[in-house]
């Protein structure tokens, strides 16, 4: 493996990725993330969640050239910014 970004090998990218994606699944520091039975709980609740972890999918697929590397890191990239677009503007709207 010798991909990088910023000089760090993309593994150590993904590990700090899929750490903060544990951190973000265990805490939540929000009170609009009430449990109503809605898509809004479920967005607010895992979405951050989601997108670290997606971004760490994508290091790590990126740094090892699993399933198709670098196209498919893309991918699972710009999914992670459609997943943040989604829990932000859920977020702002969130009353």
Known sequence: MSEKFLGVPLALWGIACLALSVVWGIYWPSDK???DGTIRFLVLRWGHTLVWALLALSAFVAG???FGGAQTA???ALLSLGVYLVFMATLVTAG
């Open 74 to 76: 893309r991918v699972l």
């Open 33 to 35: 993330a009430v449990p």
């Open 64 to 66: 090892y050239g699993l």
